[in-house]
């Protein structure tokens, strides 16, 4: 007999109560409730999961505890009934249908650029350059976020900008449309107590704060004293029991720093539960070349984020080289898309061009567009998966998809052509490719990912 969802929700809520009572006796127990739960969804990811929960030497382990000993047992709940349930056991089947029906790529999360304004100024930030003219208003977001549901998504992400200069608005939305999971990602400069408390109030806001490692790193990149203002920030949250992850980009200036052990040790001092590694992207005309990592960088950075993932417990992702996970390229509606201030839809947080505006079209007739479709039918732009890109590892793709899409620049300050940015990519390509060549070939990851096309085959 299919459970309904409403019985669903209030058992993951009396699950975390159950297991916050006894969670080293009672994690099993709950693991094999979400197995009924799931049925047939998520499996590799559940037995990941199952792995951690039944293995007390596992890292991951200590991870789950840290997680139910650290947290707000309310934003617990609300974090579960929302991300599992609701974007992940629910969502999952009603964007696949949507797949099929209209046969383009419908996304598992959406994110959206609230307003282009920031209180800081940070070197190689291209949304700096975008001034403080434009921004979606509450409906617009509100409507985005209608549709999405339509859809199956119930994941929201907000960029910028900065997103916290709206934080009243997003605070509203989070109550508005308490069945979703929203992620920020911030500088954290303008989390306060009030602020803080509304977290605590909504139960579905989570911060990822950026960071560029210590505090003459972090400095150096967005200001003076802009560390500090972090620490603040962090601590603030902690002393709530409010989740919060770190969002890290690393370039070839910062990179011994950023993906030291030693930094890796403070994140999980700092409290945080989950790290997202960004690749600098050399986006806008004035974005310098000379900041993207070397290949024997990036090289490094694949095999230290393996090793400490083994040995540390705090999730954490690479956007560029963990794209084997996940199959290449996840953007242009694959797996997201993005939404600036201005309300054009691009197909990805680092790509600018754009034939859609959420003023002109429904987020659906976006993803129907030739710009999206081009996505949908290039997917993946590589067979090696390390090599995902349309723009960076293989920047002659790009150009070819905007022109033709009829697509334009949606950079509102000074628009950059597609060739001009793919141009600054293409002695890196070059470099990067024999590198992910031997990575690639030379690790299980082509294994993995042949084996998984053939089970999805079957």
Not at 255 to 262: D, H, K, L, V
Request: hydrophobic share 35%; charged share 25%; aromatic share 10%.
């Amino acid at each position: 007999m299919q459970i309904p969802n409403s019985l669903k929700k209030i058992g993951i809520e009396q699950a975390i109560d159950y297991l916050a009572k006894d969670p080293e006796k009672n994690m099993p127990k709950l693991m094999e409730w979400t197995d009924k739960f799931a049925g047939d969804s998520f499996v590799p990811q559940r037995n990941a999961i199952r792995a951690a929960v039944n293995d007390p030497q596992n890292v991951y382990h200590q991870l789950i505890l840290r997680i139910l000993r650290d947290v707000d047992i309310e934003v617990l709940k609300a974090t579960f009934v929302n991300f599992f349930l609701n974007a992940n056991i629910i969502g999952w089947p009603k964007q696949d249908a949507a797949r099929k029906k209209y046969n383009c790529n419908v996304p598992w999360a959406i994110l959206l650029d609230p307003t282009s304004a920031c209180n800081l100024h940070c070197t190689g930030c291209w949304a700096a350059e975008y001034g403080n003219k434009l921004n979606l208003t509450y409906d617009d977001i509100d409507s985005i976020i209608t549709q999405g549901k339509e859809l199956g998504i119930h994941m929201y992400i907000y960029t910028g900008g900065e997103p916290l200069v709206r934080k009243n608005d997003l605070i509203k939305l989070c109550e508005k449309h308490s069945d979703c999971q929203f992620l920020c990602f911030t500088n954290s400069t303008l989390i306060d107590e009030k602020f803080a408390d509304d977290m605590l109030r909504v139960k579905n806001f989570i911060p990822a704060i950026s960071l560029e490692g210590f505090e003459e790193a972090t400095d150096g990149r967005r200001g003076q004293g802009v560390y500090q203002k972090v620490i603040k920030a962090m601590n603030l949250l902690k002393s709530k029991k409010l989740p919060f992850g770190i969002s890290a980009c690393y370039t070839s200036a910062n990179f011994e720093s950023i993906t030291s052990e030693e930094y890796y040790d403070k994140m999980i001092e700092l409290g945080a539960l989950f790290v997202w590694y960004f690749h600098y992207m050399p986006v806008g005309n004035d974005a310098s070349p000379d900041l993207l990592p070397t290949p024997e960088q990036r090289t490094e950075m694949y095999h230290r984020l393996r090793d400490y993932r083994s040995r540390k417990g705090l999730f954490a992702m690479d956007f560029q080289n963990d794209a084997e996970y996940v199959g290449g390229c996840i953007a242009g509606g694959r797996r997201y898309l993005h939404i600036n201030a201005n309300g054009d839809v691009d197909p990805c947080v680092f790509i600018h061009y754009s034939d859609s505006n959420i003023h002109e079209k429904t987020l659906l007739e976006a993803l129907t567009s030739p710009m999206f479709m081009a996505y949908h039918d290039g997917q993946p732009f590589n067979d090696n998966m390390l090599r995902p890109c349309p723009m960076l590892e293989n920047p002659e793709k790009l150009p070819e998809m905007v022109k033709k899409a009829g697509a334009h620049s949606t950079d509102p300050e000074s628009p950059e052509t597609a060739e001009h940015l793919c141009a600054k990519c293409s002695k890196y390509a070059e470099c990067w490719t024999p590198a992910a060549e031997a990575l690639w070939h030379g690790s299980k990851a082509e294994a993995k990912y042949l084996a998984k096309k053939d089970a999805e085959k079957k």
